[in-house]
């Protein structure tokens, strides 16, 4: 058990996985929403649309953090700008502003003596460099999250059927839209530090992948991914101690894997079920039916 217990014997790895951890719950939670509303390419653009902040604060010596917080802020702003407009589509306000921003960020860093380093420290993240106030804000960030999503979940649910029946319903779709898009640019801001602009959208989308074959009810998708990203956490982390990998990459690609391995899982689970199904029919004790996993997870909200 030396191989476990061993990277557990320096703060900065424990420190990483309790902040690995709490991004995770929180990417388990907003990421069930990304999932069901399709909106990966915002949480992809957000997660770009930070590194002219992220690289600005890189050049003047300022807190990643907060240059993150505020280019993300004005990325979220601009994309909302231009849809209320209604002269461009969603998807190509976003691929605007996603290429715009991202050009912006890699002309700001190249400026820096450090360029390769700022870079990848900005693409990749540095979750073992996570640091006792990082975890305290993740906390906070973890708190918001959980209070917003309970305060819009039948406004969410609503609007992810019909719009129109949730203002129908007096469920102000707009407001729980600007909600949702605040709840994504908050999960993808925290995260920067653990995995990274690059691949912050596998945390927010494979967990989720990998808890939809096994739920129906959107809060247990939502428990569901969260103990997956945790587990891919904990993977990554042990891979990059172990193996000299990037730790942020290493998260990501547990993450996959993990999604990838459910659904092998499951299809091997519905195979079963549907042979012992036919083999009772076959010796006429019940009628064969098939298996499948569940059709919609908004069925029962």
Do not use: K, N
């Amino acid at each position: 058990m030396s191989w476990l217990i061993d990277p557990l014997s320096t703060d900065f790895v424990v420190r990483a996985a309790l902040g690995g951890m709490l991004v995770a719950v929180i990417c388990g939670v907003v990421g069930t929403w990304v999932v069901i509303r399709g909106m990966a390419f915002l949480g992809e653009a957000i997660g770009h649309g930070m590194l002219p902040g992220v690289a600005l604060a890189s050049v003047l010596g300022l807190p990643l953090i907060a240059g993150a917080a505020m280019s993300a802020l004005v990325m979220s702003a601009a994309i909302g700008m231009l849809q209320r407009r209604g002269r461009l589509s969603y998807d190509t306000s976003i691929g605007l502003l996603f290429v715009g921003m991202l050009s912006l960020g890699v002309i700001i860093v190249s400026h820096s003596r450090s360029f390769a380093t700022d870079a990848t420290a900005m693409l990749f993240g540095d979750i073992l460099a996570i640091a006792p106030g990082d975890i305290v804000l993740l906390v906070a960030a973890l708190a918001v999250t959980l209070i917003v999503t309970a305060a819009f979940h039948r406004a969410f649910v609503a609007a992810a059927f019909d719009r129109r029946i949730a203002q129908t319903l007096g469920l102000a779709p707009h407001i729980a839209q600007s909600a949702l898009v605040g709840l994504v640019t908050l999960a993808v801001v925290v995260s920067f530090q653990a995995v990274g602009t690059l691949l912050v959208v596998g945390l927010l989308i494979a967990p989720v992948v990998a808890a939809r074959p096994w739920a129906q009810r959107i809060p247990v998708i939502m428990t569901l991914a969260s103990g997956f990203g945790v587990a891919a956490v904990l993977t990554g982390l042990l891979v990059s101690w172990h193996v000299g990998s990037a730790a942020g990459a290493s998260i990501a690609c547990s993450a996959i894997a993990l999604a990838a391995a459910s659904a092998l899982v499951r299809g091997a689970v519905d195979r079963v079920r549907r042979a012992e199904a036919s083999h009772r029919s076959i010796h006429g004790r019940e009628p064969a039916t098939p298996v499948s996993p569940p059709s919609s997870i908004l069925e029962r909200p």
